[in-house]
T-cell receptor, first 114, second 115 residues
């Protein structure tokens, strides 16, 4: 079945550091890929997405590129801020899924210190 | 602003109580979802509704009962819950654009505590 694997957290880094969160997936065909972010005490917010190979999603300084050959969708940000402290979820929607069900990774907690 | 609202935001209930969670989406979407988020566990999809047809029940206990009266509203009725049901319950919506589903938009969640 489909699955999403994320690097385990927590990831702790200093302000202005470079952030990478690895995400790999297993799915039939070419799923749509997403990164969601969850700030403390809140629901999930869509951060970025990519729907086909080599697409790059970007938002708020975050980027991720859909890599078909490595089945990966790693999240990166060049200079993090304390306000980026949150839990980040990688997810996919399988092609042809009748109900648009999201398959989530376990989530990676990111802690940014001043 | 996500366009998906949930009420109440916090709920404390005893095991013998009956309560309902409400979700409303203002995005014109045609699918809605209930998720359960427990500490140190992955997000669990509970129910999916599309065009008012319940399409998924991932082995959810019968003490959880969903209701979707129209494409904008979704309820989760709760009765005789257990302490292990304490969690954050998230509602989401999405749109089938004819070529597949777009991303899901989430509400802020209801933090449920069962005593």
């Amino acid at each position: 079945g489909d699955s999403v694997t994320q690097m385990e957290g927590p990831v702790t880094l200093s302000e202005e550091a470079f952030l990478t969160i690895n995400c790999t997936y297993t799915a039939t065909g070419y799923p749509s890929l997403f990164w969601y972010v969850q700030y403390p005490g809140e629901g999930l917010q869509l951060l970025l997405k990519a729907t086909k190979a080599d697409d790059k999603g970007s938002n708020k300084g975050f980027e991720a590129t859909y890599r078909k050959e490595t089945t990966s969708f790693h999240l990166e940000k060049g200079s993090v801020q304390v306000s980026d402290s949150a839990v980040y979820f990688c997810a996919l929607i399988r092609v042809g899924d009748s109900w648009g069900k999201l398959q989530f990774g376990a989530g990676t907690q990111v802690v940014v210190t001043p | 602003e996500t366009g998906v609202t949930q009420t109440p935001r916090h709920l404390v209930m005893g095991m013998t109580n009956k309560k309902s969670l409400k979700c409303e989406q203002h995005l014109g979407h045609n699918a809605m979802y209930w998720y359960k988020q427990s500490a140190k566990k992955p997000l669990e999809l509970m129910f999916v509704y599309n065009f008012k047809e319940q399409t998924e029940n991932n082995s959810v206990p019968s003490r959880f009962s969903p209701e979707c009266p129209n494409s904008s509203h979704l309820f989760l009725h709760l009765h005789t819950l257990q302490p292990e049901d304490s969690a954050l319950y998230l509602c989401a919506s999405s749109q089938d654009n004819g070529q597949g589903y777009n991303e899901q938009f989430f509400g802020p969640g209801t933090r449920l505590t069962v005593l």
